[in-house]
C-alpha cells in the first residue's frame, strides 16, 4: 500500500493490492474471476488518475522512498504501458494463430519500463498470466 500526504496534514491511503501475491485477498468478493493483470492495470489506472487530479504532496511506494506525485505518475505510466504492450503481443500472436511457446517469447520481447536490470523469469511469468488471461477468455 502506498500513503499520500497533502499539505493540510490529511493523509489517504491508496492501497495497491499486488493480486499476484495475495490473491486469497479477492477469492470470495466481486474481484474473484479478475486476472492478476487486470486488476494491476485497474489499479494503475485509478492510481495515476488520482494522481493527476487530485495529488498528494508526497507519495509513498511500498518499495523504495518517498516520491513527488509527478515522479509516481511517470512510474504509474511506464507501467501501464507495459501491461497494454503485454496483453497486445499476446493478443496479436493468438489472433494470428501463434503456438504457446511463440506467444510467449514475443510477450517476454517486450521491453519492460524504466531502466532496471531485465528479470527473464519475472518476464517469462508476466507473459504466461497474460497468456493464461487471454486464452481463459
Same mark, same amino acid.
Given at each position: 500500500?502506498?500513503? *499520500? #500526504?497533502?499539505? &493540510? *496534514? #490529511?493523509?489517504?491511503?491508496?492501497?495497491?493490492?499486488?493480486?499476484?501475491?495475495?490473491?486469497?485477498?479477492?477469492?470470495?468478493?466481486?474481484?474473484? %474471476?479478475?486476472?492478476?493483470?487486470? #486488476?494491476? *492495470?485497474?489499479?494503475?489506472?485509478?492510481?495515476?488518475?488520482?494522481?493527476?487530479? %487530485?495529488?498528494?504532496?508526497?507519495?509513498?511506494?511500498?518499495?523504495?522512498?518517498?516520491? &513527488?506525485?509527478?515522479?509516481?505518475?511517470?512510474?504509474?505510466?511506464? $507501467?501501464?504501458?507495459?501491461?497494454?504492450?503485454?496483453?497486445?503481443?499476446?493478443?496479436? +500472436?493468438?489472433?494470428?494463430?501463434?503456438?504457446?511457446?511463440?506467444?510467449?517469447?514475443?510477450?517476454?520481447?517486450?521491453?519492460?519500463?524504466?531502466?532496471?536490470?531485465? $528479470?527473464?523469469?519475472?518476464?517469462?511469468?508476466?507473459?504466461?498470466? +497474460?497468456?493464461? &488471461?487471454?486464452?481463459?477468455?
Amino acid at each position: 500500500s502506498a500513503v *499520500g #500526504m497533502r499539505e &493540510e *496534514g #490529511m493523509g489517504r491511503k491508496i492501497a495497491i493490492v499486488g493480486s499476484a501475491r495475495i490473491p486469497f485477498q479477492r477469492a470470495y468478493t466481486g474481484y474473484a %474471476d479478475e486476472s492478476n493483470l487486470t #486488476m494491476l *492495470g485497474t489499479t494503475l489506472a485509478g492510481l495515476a488518475d488520482l494522481l493527476r487530479s %487530485d495529488p498528494p504532496a508526497v507519495v509513498i511506494p511500498g518499495h523504495g522512498g518517498p516520491l &513527488e506525485p509527478e515522479v509516481a505518475l511517470e512510474i504509474a505510466e511506464q $507501467d501501464l504501458g507495459y501491461l497494454h504492450a503485454l496483453r497486445d503481443a499476446v493478443a496479436q +500472436q493468438l489472433a494470428a494463430g501463434a503456438d504457446r511457446e511463440s506467444t510467449l517469447e514475443a510477450a517476454i520481447a517486450v521491453p519492460t519500463p524504466r531502466s532496471a536490470p531485465v $528479470d527473464l523469469a519475472e518476464s517469462r511469468r508476466n507473459a504466461e498470466r +497474460q497468456f493464461e &488471461e487471454l486464452v481463459v477468455c
